[in-house]
């Protein structure tokens, strides 16, 4: 080949190499990567799903409707926002290596799991809570977050191997294109602007032609695209999370009249078993609310473990079962257990439905009694992340 066919190739690959980047917000694909999470904001009001949660990937932005009403017979009236500021901010489009997105180091985990939560909850039964609002905000963070499952990695470098084959065709359609129609290499975009267009032109169609034309090609694309988002983003190993909030009360419902209705902290950790469908998690978490002109100040200290089975309803849900133990501080206090039966299912990806059936703490003003019987949506807002193979 003469050498100006080859320097020109090489231009026009390095060309090609910028269409490609400019396109790359569009091919960073949707991933499945939401858990049913509690929001510490649904924690400090005592209305959680579940109050030992799974640390889990984050979408941009998820919404939160809690139904806890009488036999579901009105409309929801508790609803959390989360969100992440390091995946809102960032340009989704941008690359990020496996190895980044799979690091267990502190440098890397905390940015990428910092979520921020808002919850609004009111009472649903007449007493001393009507007419009140409580609003929660809190924030969690994980410490460790496990290792990435197989079957994503796998995926990931299903999608790499699609590129290469779509890159190799590519290549060589290039390749003929220079020898065929522009021998003399690629047209000077200052001294021959048309003669330049044209090119881009054509650059574009062969890209089109790969796409669409190519069989083979296109199958490979399309199935490790859907491979990807289909696969849910799940880690196994150890995990850690931190999380803490407040909860105000508006009694009359007025901004100006507030006060705080509880604070607290709290770290929940497990293990997820690689290659098996078990989890086992538990949780520590000091609660506090302040005295009012009403109540005395009181303590509780929580602690407790929940056991979950995971791939189970067309090994997509899980079944969990948990147990915690409160343990009022103040002297003559009562303290109480809470049991829960949980059940989640995805029914789209990032879209997930739970059911809560169960036992309460006592003393949690914002449903009547300590029974849970609760409906609640999850939806994840997104999800797109464009992850280099490793």
């Known amino acids: 080949m003469k050498p100006t066919v080859v320097l020109s190739t090489a231009v026009a690959l390095l060309f090609r190499a910028g269409l490609a980047a400019a396109q790359t917000t569009e091919e960073a694909p949707k991933l499945n990567l939401l858990a049913a999470p509690s929001a510490p904001a649904f924690v400090l009001m005592g209305i959680e799903p579940a109050t030992i949660e799974k640390p889990t990937n984050l979408t941009d932005l998820s919404l939160v409707i809690n139904n806890a009403t009488k036999g579901f017979t009105a409309l929801p009236q508790n609803f959390a926002v989360q969100f992440s500021p390091y995946w809102m901010l960032r340009d989704n489009g941008k690359r990020m290596s496996y190895q980044e997105y799979n690091s267990n180091k502190v440098a890397d985990i905390m940015p990428q799991t910092l979520q921020f939560s808002l919850g609004v909850a009111q009472p649903e039964v007449a007493g001393a809570g009507v007419g009140s609002t409580k609003l929660g905000a809190g924030l969690k963070v994980s410490v460790l ?19 290469e084959l ?18 003399s290499g690629v047209p ?79 770290l929940t950790g497990g293990y997820e078993v690689p290659n098996r469908p ?21 303590t509780s200290f929580d602690a407790g473990g929940r056991l979950i089975y995971n791939k189970v ?13 409160r343990e009022v501080l103040e002297r003559g206090r009562l303290s109480s257990n809470r049991y829960v039966f ?11 439905l739970t059911l809560s059936l169960g036992r309460n703490f006592d003393g949690t ?18 999800s797109r992340r464009n992850i280099e193979a490793p």
């Open 145 to 163: 977050r496990g290792q990435l499952d197989t079957a994503v990695t796998n995926a990931i470098e299903a999608r790499k191997r699609a590129a």
């Open 166 to 183: 779509e890159n190799r065709g590519f290549d060589l359609r290039l390749r003929e294109l220079m020898r065929t129609k522009y021998p």
């Open 188 to 266: 000077n975009p200052a001294t021959k602007p048309t003669e330049f267009a044209a090119y881009t032109q054509d650059v574009n169609r062969i890209e089109r032609q790969i796409r669409e034309d190519d069989v083979k090609i296109r199958e490979a694309r399309t199935k490790a695209m859907q491979r990807l988002s289909n696969v849910a983003f799940t880690r196994s190993g150890w995990k850690l999370d931190v999380a803490g909030g407040v909860a105000l009360d508006f009694p009359d419902q007025r901004f100006n009249n507030s006060r705080v209705d509880k604070w607290g902290v709290w």
């Open 278 to 298: 078990w989890s086992v998690l538990g949780v520590a978490r000091l609660l506090t609310t302040p005295s009012t002109a009403e109540a005395f100040a009181q």
């Open 313 to 325: 309803l067309r090994q997509k849900g899980s079944l969990s079962v948990e147990y915690a133990h």
């Open 342 to 352: 949980n059940v989640e299912y995805p029914f789209l990806p990032n879209q997930l």
């Open 365 to 382: 003003t914002i449903q009547e009694g300590n029974l849970i019987a609760a409906l609640n949506l999850v939806f994840g807002l997104g």
